[in-house]
């Protein structure tokens, strides 16, 4: 694709000071093409605007003719509950919501946002108010259209205290009840708590919730599974599974698979096995621990995604030897992660660099250096903070994937430097306990391992776990500088603003180390040889529409 | 009468163990840490919407008033409402009952002729080479890890030979042929774990029962040893053998929560662990309630084949 010179130019005359800084941020090479993308999705910015770029064609052509008769079976966990656009927030629930129910925009795997049930975006000036276009001619399964009463109701009812909503902690300091409004029929605006330059992803499938359900949903989802998506419910079982049908109604292109079938299944080994024995042909996600018996079968193709799905390592900043920042750059610096990434993800991981900005967020200043071991500097840090004769420290985990192992490597990695650290693993519920500081190993150890999920924006893992008053600050991280850095990374609408802002959080963080982040592993899925146009996100949502099977 | 009244007591004994049990569990249940709405919200859920969920799921109020609202309405047969899957327990418990007793049928079938007869060619063969073969494999197959022995079978017979499906769930409306198919390979490792217990006891007892003095009387007498060993020694021999596998019966239903899992079979075992993990208070006391009623009616109905084989102990010691 070429751009188109004289268009560019009018498209720089008419275009609104965001849109001209991106296109002027892209032509002068300061931002390349994917994350030109990425950002002029956020902002909203037109498919002809970056088709006239020469950045996507006019039009995207389907891939394939649709064969009518084909069911893809999948096999994921099973949901930890009852299946409820409100309350579900576990990989096998979400992927069921995602079945039947649409965003207002898709966050892709290369997480560019896409238009689906809003056609458009746009920000006011300051940021605080962000205005969407609603697609016309969407219908609910029921044969209901679809309208801004809905999307109205959807986030209202996702934002408010009282209703056990899972994205309650997403919207904290970002939307509140009342503050999603109806402009017309097909227009809503969403007045902000405080400016925020990546809201669109807060009403993406990032937001896994908000799924647009209609206004009148009372609860007991698992009756209806109502939403518009291009497969509606045949049935489903708790615990077993689920079928799915082509949605005639559809706004847009039909769904390929006349039908769909999931398979609940509990735990890693039973889902390969059934790959492994043809019971499905498709499985989500899939964890190096446990995937090994499929990752390099030749049956089987692995889909990899780079995600910023990660494993936290807090350090107490206000308690014993880890009080002194230097202790903690020692234990960072006596990690090895290249060797971590090989021996824990055989390589399928992007390495961390201390900070959430991972490198698949076009956000991430790349030019602060990457942390590497070095023991020497390591010891000579602990000798000036007083520890040269070794230091004793309690490292307190839960027991969810390669986590253990991953304790183990630093325990090991640590004692080269002289720290002694002990372990203490422990079940899930355990380590969590209340979630709420004086009731929860995990918010209340000295040092501890905990994992967060994949966000298409850092902006959740650089408030809740970092700021001075973050509900998951593990490490009792204290720095005004930090929270004031990070109120400007969030409010900023521009690309090249957020990554002078991300350098300088990077920076302070590599100083101060409150956490460590060691590497970002990549979400895998496995399908057969035959399988093509299956689509998971790094969420565990599984796009199937597109699907064929040969 | 005697025969009635020995049921009967063993029935109120039943019924207090089964009290005893429901207190136990809820007892235990409110020492597992965390809380329902946490494990259906996740564990960075908004301490706030926990709040909500735990309120509107009624797990917020006192204990006893708790206990009393769910036993208050079991006694009436209302399991009362999954807290983590909101539907009524009922359906949850009968359907994985019925897998597992059919499981668990499967397995017994298997395993209770093969344990037995391998007890007896052993003890009829004492100190020979086959009894050592028959004792050493038993006892070595003991050991082997359920979920080692399933994945190997899985990956002989299911991946590699294909003869059997790698899972133990079945199509809606399957027939008995194919419901059996598909419980043939996660019947065998509870083969491989009983055989070698089973084999043990009714060695054992067969062994005493071939050196009793009936047995040398019986020879005596000129019996031929076919019938010495079916009329005289094999009643006397499983009576051991029988409580032994009446204290299984437990451990089939309810304790195959590895093999469940592996071979993704919707058995009570794993519901009721599932249920413990996610403090699903009703779902878990139903549960573990209907194991223990299950694990009752076996013990009786030992008891009383016990008694049957063993006129001495029938009416409680009035011999």
């Known amino acids: 694709m070429k751009a188109d010179w004289k268009r560019i130019d009018l498209l720089r005359r008419n275009a609104s000071e965001l849109e001209a800084d991106a296109i002027e941020q892209y032509l002068t090479g300061n931002v390349g093409r994917r994350e030109l993308l990425r950002y002029g999705a956020t902002i909203g910015m037109s498919g002809a605007v970056l088709a006239t770029l020469g950045l996507v064609p006019e039009t995207t052509p389907r891939a394939q003719a649709a064969p009518a008769n084909q069911t893809i079976r999948a096999g994921i966990e099973v949901p930890a509950s009852a299946v409820d656009p409100v309350t579900t927030g576990d990989a096998g629930g979400l992927c069921m919501l995602q079945q039947v129910g649409e965003f207002l925009c898709i966050d892709g795997p290369d997480l560019v946002l896409r238009p689906a049930l809003a056609t458009s975006w746009k920000p006011n000036a300051k940021g605080d108010v962000w205005t969407f276009s609603l697609r016309q001619g969407v219908k609910f399964h029921d044969g209901r259209p679809m309208t801004a009463d809905d999307v109205v109701a959807t986030f209202d009812r996702l934002a408010n205290p009282k209703n056990a909503s899972n994205a309650l902690s997403a919207f904290k300091g970002v939307l509140a009840v009342g503050g999603t409004r109806k402009v017309d029929d097909h227009t809503v605006a969403f007045h902000l708590d405080a400016p925020n330059g990546n809201f669109p992803y807060y009403t993406s499938s990032d937001n896994y919730n908000a799924i647009i359900i209609p206004a009148d949903f009372k609860g007991d989802y698992e009756k209806s599974f109502i939403g518009t998506g291009p497969f509606k419910l045949e049935k489903y079982t708790a615990k077993v599974g689920a079928s799915f049908t082509r949605f005639d109604g559809y706004w847009g292109p039909k769904a390929l698979p006349a039908r769909t079938e999931f398979t609940f299944y509990q735990g890693m080994q039973s889902k390969v096995l059934a790959l492994q024995g043809r019971q499905v042909d498709i499985i989500v996600p899939v964890a190096v621990q446990g995937g090994q ?120 990695f640590a004692k080269a430097i002289g720290v002694n650290i002990t372990l203490k693993v422990e079940s899930q519920s355990a380590y969590y306990g209340k979630a709420v500081f004086g009731q929860s190993d995990w918010l209340d150890s000295e040092m501890g391992i905990t994992d967060y999920g994949h966000r298409g924006v850092p902006n959740v893992y650089l408030a809740a776990p970092l700021k001075s008053d973050g509900t998951w600050n593990a490490a009792h991280f204290k720095n005004p500088t930090y929270d004031r850095l990070v109120a400007s990374y969030v409010a900023a609408l521009d690309l090249a603003g957020q990554r002078a802002v991300s350098k300088e959080i990077e920076t302070l963080l590599l100083d101060e180390t409150p956490v460590i982040f060691g590497y970002f592993y990549n979400y895998l899925s496995a399908a057969v040889k035959g399988l093509k146009g299956a689509q998971p996100t790094a969420m565990a949502q599984l796009f199937l529409q597109n699907a064929t099977l040969s | 009468m ?127 080479a086959l009894d050592r073969i028959i004792t050493v494999t038993g006892l070595s197959m003991t050991v082997v890890p359920e979920f080692v022995s399933s994945i190997v079978l899985i990956l002989i017979f299911g991946v590699w030979l294909e003869w059997l499906p790698v899972s133990a769930s079945w199509r809606e409306g399957a027939g008995a042929f194919t419901q059996f198919r598909h419980l043939l390979l996660p019947a065998v490792p509870l083969v491989l774990v009983l055989f070698g217990y089973i084999a043990r006891m009714a060695r054992a007892g067969t062994v005493e029962a071939l050196d009793a003095d009936y047995t040398r009387t019986a020879v005596m007498k000129g019996l031929p040893f076919r019938t010495v060993v079916w009329r005289h020694v094999l009643p006397n021999a499983l009576l051991p053998t029988i409580t032994v596998i009446a204290t299984q019966m437990g451990y089939l239903i309810g304790g195959l929560v590895v093999v469940e899992t592996v071979f993704h079979y919707q058995g009570i075992g794993s519901l009721i662990y599932n249920a413990a993990k996610a403090k699903d208070f009703p779902m878990l006391e139903s549960g573990v309630l209907m194991i223990g009623v299950v694990y009752t009616i076996a013990t009786l109905i030992a008891d009383v084949l016990y008694s049957l084989l063993n006129p001495r102990i029938r009416f409680g010691g009035r011999e």
């Open chain 1, 293 to 412: 018996a499929i990752l390099h079968d030749p049956r089987f193709q692995i889909i990899r995604l780079r995600s910023a799905a990660h494993e936290q390592v807090h350090m107490r900043t206000d308690m014993g030897a880890l009080r002194d920042k230097r202790v903690r750059r020692a234990i960072a610096l006596s990690l090895d992660r290249k060797g971590l990434v090989a021996g824990l993800f055989q390589g399928l991981s992007d390495l961390g660099n201390d900070s959430p900005f991972a490198p698949v967020f076009p956000s991430t200043n790349t030019s602060v250096p990457q942390r590497t071991q070095d023991i020497k500097q390591a010891k000579e840090l602990l000798a000036a903070a007083g520890h040269a004769k070794g230091v004793n420290i309690k490292l307190t985990t839960e027991k969810y994937i390669e986590i253990p192992d991953y304790a183990v490597l630093i325990q090991n």
């Open chain 2, 2 to 128: 005697s025969g009635l009244r020995f049921v009967l007591r063993r029935v109120a004994l039943s019924l207090v163990t089964l009290w005893l049990l429901s207190v136990i569990v809820f007892l235990g249940a409110q020492v597992l840490p965390g809380d329902v709405g946490r494990a259906i919200l996740g564990p960075l859920a908004d301490p706030r919407a926990v709040a909500a969920l735990d309120h509107k799921l009624g797990v917020d109020r006192p204990l006893l008033v708790q206990y009393w609202d769910w036993s208050s309405h079991f006694v009436t047969g209302d399991m009362g409402r999954s807290l983590v899957y909101r539907q009524p327990v009922g359906p949850f418990l009968a359907a994985a009952l019925a897998n597992s007793l059919k499981l668990a049928a499967i397995a017994f079938l298997l395993v209770v002729p093969l344990g037995i007869f391998g007890g007896v060619v052993a003890a009829m063969n004492v100190g020979r």
